[in-house]
């Protein structure tokens, strides 16, 4: 994989598959319950807003990453955003000092 499109493109995009898919994903929901529903790297064709369903249904106070919907193209529901395929604004210190390194910043 080269770029976004090329990952875009690697995600497998057929029916039976998102089935087995989602048969996954209800099976840990009903057994553990997660607090959080964490996906990465998007989702397979389908409705993954049919799995968020049945997760908050499961589990209503729980949350939902950023990356059911790749890149945000479809506009899917999310509680919370997972930023490290984001880029950052460059972070400089305020205060003047140690300009001779750069700040490390963990989210």
């Known amino acids: ?10 995600i497998i995009q057929e029916k039976a598959y998102a089935e087995y ?7 840990l929901i009903d057994r553990y319950q997660p607090s ?6 998007g989702y397979p064709v389908g409705q993954p ?3 968020m369903a049945y997760f908050y249904n499961h589990v209503p106070n729980g949350v939902v990453n950023d990356r059911f919907d790749l890149g945000g193209q479809f ?8 930023p490290e ?9 305020k205060n003047g000092k ?3 390194f750069r700040l490390l910043v963990w989210l």
Do not use: C
């Open 98 to 100: 140690h300009k001779g």
């Open 85 to 93: 395929y984001s880029q950052l604004k460059q972070i400089e210190p």
């Open 49 to 51: 807003n049919e799995i």
């Open 1 to 10: 994989m080269t770029d976004f499109n090329t990952l875009v493109a690697a």
């Open 21 to 27: 898919a989602n048969a996954h994903w209800r099976e």
């Open 75 to 82: 506009g899917l529901h999310f509680d919370f955003s997972t």
């Open 36 to 41: 959080i529903l964490w996906n990465d790297l």
